[in-house]
């Protein structure tokens, strides 16, 4: 009782004369003057530096590898017993055990601030976070996974090893503090991981070359972009003639701009507008929730209730997003080839493919420069260093794979090999791309043949995916949560195109029977009572595929693997299907109010920016997490709140990508081609 009351003297006695200019310095003095003589109260003066050198021996690399860091470890071990300012903050700056720790709080990011700002003659403060890894502490039931090894993508994702932040000289390396954590935790038979990205100090790491270039080419579109915009105001504001024939202008904000305008003509599909936004943003939903995991909670109970609930269903189920942009890529492949062949134009397979290629890779080319060279040098944090340093890592290693869009054959059971970790779906949607001339033309020229063709393509996929899963043993559910829900299943069930192009076929039928009904050649009449059945029917196999998620999420699931292996091959064209039949009933005038709001002008723009959206959220979402210096209290209403802020500031970098990349290099190939 006595010892309490003196703590709060001291607090209050400290804040009370913390006024004025330079309050912080004012609070360290008034904390430093006041330290010596609780201690003294409080404990005798021996048992006080014995406690604390023994705790000193864990926080303080003294079994280092190198002899400079032992120096310096000790020298902070003597000053924080000789109560000297600096020391006690290196002390403070590193994490303790925290309040909340059997609800799952033993993740501390530590003060990362107040430790880089340490400076001494010697050396300054370097923060390091050290994985502990200790095989008989309880996890949270459904946070497992099966590879949870160093330089696996997922390493910091459940299950939620202790993760302790220790200050320490600069002049210790990760090597040192590593061996340091193994040899004072070796007698309970524990071990510790530190790598190199897990620690920082205030000094940023040099540039090499790759990051020059980036810089330069990032500035160089950007003044392009001005210039040009300029030019184009001040000398050709109202020649337009003149302004077509520079090149430069292409990249004004007065040719680009105008492109995400929200005029609709005959021959568009406008409900598929309302769907590519809405999928763009249920992606940003199960990224925000998947991503949410690399900062540790304070109440891993609560992440577990969460990870089950039925109020969630539409993160659990977000995989599913994907299958809306592979389903309407299908449609408007084959859609746009036969209204191709209705003009009598000849089909040139090389600048089919050209054209698709210089589509989609400036806007790509560009994110590779922002995620996988300059944004590590854009922040700090904790965590900063390895989220960031894995985008960079895997771009140095794999940017010419995603150049050839061949990166989602090249990841691995523990490593996912893309540059720009969404720019996997790229490289699908491109060979599924390159492969739809084999089943286009004989849709055009034998339509039966056609369309026999696409659905022998569409079961054997459908099958492939089953034997894939069942050999494998992929278990179902959310792509991180669901037991061994690892890079293995993430690679070997979303990134292989051979397994997951059904929603691909089923597009490309539709967008045939699309064409057919809008050129007359067959009459689409259904009656009242067919079609609400058919929106019923559509409506509960998109929810009860979506709903089919929790099933494999229950914390006791076992389910056999023949059922895993059933819904892995089942829920993309089931759910697919239900979709097809809005995209149906919305085209041929019987959507109602969804086609008024999926057709509604203002989701024409939204869905011009869905790429640059899909393309620089999760560099967005990695930017803040990486930031982080605190554990969150996940709750839904925060959830939402993120959620809100992703896709507002996803629509700002999307335009920005869009005037600084995408339109430009569109406008520009679409005048040389």
Not at 166 to 185: F, M, Q, R, Y
Not at 623 to 650: E, K, Y
Request: aromatic share 14%.
């Amino acid at each position: 009782m006595e010892s309490g009351s003196l703590v709060l003297l001291l607090m209050i006695l400290t804040l009370s004369q913390c006024r004025g200019s330079s309050l912080h310095e004012k609070f360290l003095k008034e904390v430093h003057d006041n330290i010596k003589p609780l201690k003294a109260a409080l404990f005798p003066s021996e048992m006080a530096d014995e406690a604390l050198f023994y705790i000193l021996s864990y926080y303080s690399p003294v079994d280092a590898v190198s002899e400079r860091c032992r120096n310096d470890s000790n020298m902070y071990v003597e000053a924080v017993l000789n109560n000297d300012l600096w020391a006690l903050q290196m002390f403070d700056a590193s994490s303790k055990l925290q309040a909340g720790s059997l609800l799952g709080n033993i993740q501390g990011l530590g003060s990362f601030d107040e430790c880089l700002d340490i400076t001494t003659p010697n050396f300054i403060g370097k923060h390091c976070t050290v994985d502990i890894v200790y095989d008989q502490l309880p996890t949270i039931n459904k946070l497992k996974t099966t590879n949870n090894g160093s330089g696996s993508y997922f390493s910091p994702i459940p299950p939620y090893d202790v993760m302790m932040s220790v200050c320490v000289p600069s002049s210790c390396s990760s090597e040192d503090v590593e061996t340091h954590w193994k040899t004072a935790l070796a007698p309970i038979n524990a071990s510790a991981r530190v790598t190199r990205r897990q620690c920082s100090t205030r000094i940023p790491e040099a540039m090499d070359t790759k990051d020059y270039v980036a810089i330069c080419v990032i500035f160089g579109l950007f003044g392009l972009v001005i210039l040009a915009s300029l030019i184009d105001y001040i000398f050709y504001k109202n020649d337009i003639a003149e302004t077509s024939k520079s090149i430069l202008c292409f990249f004004s904000l007065y040719k680009t701009l105008p492109l995400l305008n929200m005029k609709i003509n005959d021959k568009d599909l406008p409900c598929l507008n309302g769907l590519r936004f809405l999928g763009s943003v249920w992606v940003i939903i199960g990224h925000r929730y998947m991503i949410g995991f690399y900062v540790s909670s304070f109440n891993l109970k609560a992440v577990e209730y969460y990870l089950e609930h039925w109020s969630m269903v539409l993160v659990l189920s977000s995989s599913l997003s994907i299958e809306i942009f592979v389903l309407l890529s299908g449609i408007l492949v084959s859609y746009g080839f036969l209204r191709l062949k209705k003009t009598n134009k000849t089909f040139n397979i090389p600048m089919f493919y050209l054209k698709r290629y210089l589509r989609i890779t400036p806007a790509f080319a560009v994110m590779m420069l922002v995620d996988g060279v300059i944004l590590y040098h854009l922040s700090s944090g904790p965590l900063w260093k390895i989220l960031s340093g894995h985008h960079r890592d895997n771009c140095s290693s794999n940017w010419w794979r995603g150049f050839l869009y061949i990166s989602n054959y090249f990841g691995s059971t523990s490593k996912i090999g893309t540059c720009v970790i969404p720019s996997w779906f790229l490289s699908t949607d491109m060979q599924l791309y390159l492969l739809s001339p084999l089943l286009l033309i004989p849709l055009h020229k034998k339509p039966k043949i056609g369309l026999f063709l696409i659905f022998t393509c569409f079961f054997a996929t459908t099958l492939a995916s089953f034997a894939n899963a069942y050999h494998y043993n992929l278990k179902s559910g959310f792509v991180l949560t669901a037991t061994q829900k690892t890079e293995k299943s993430f690679y070997m069930e979303h990134m292989l195109t051979h397994v997951r192009a059904a929603s691909y076929f089923l597009g490309m039928a539709l967008g045939y029977y699309i064409f057919i009904i809008k050129e007359r050649k067959v009459t689409f009449s259904l009656t009242k009572a067919v079609r609400l059945l058919g929106w019923v029917f559509s409506t509960a196999l998109m929810l009860s595929t979506m709903f089919s998620f929790l099933v494999f999420q229950a914390v006791n699931s076992d389910t056999p693997q023949v059922v895993d292996s059933l819904h892995i091959a089942l829920y993309r064209p089931l759910f697919s299907l239900g979709v097809s039949w809005f995209i149906l009933m919305c085209i041929t005038g019987h959507g109602g109010f969804i086609n008024k709001f999926l057709s509604s002008p203002i989701m024409k723009p939204l869905a011009t920016l869905s790429y640059g959206i899909y393309m620089t959220h999760f560099t967005l979402q990695t930017f803040q997490i990486g930031r982080t210096r605190l554990p969150f209290n996940f709750t839904r209403f925060d959830f939402i709140a993120q959620v809100a802020s992703d896709v507002v500031l996803s629509l700002c970098t999307a335009l920005l990508l869009f005037v600084f990349a995408e339109a430009p290099f569109l406008l520009l190939f679409n005048w040389l081609l």
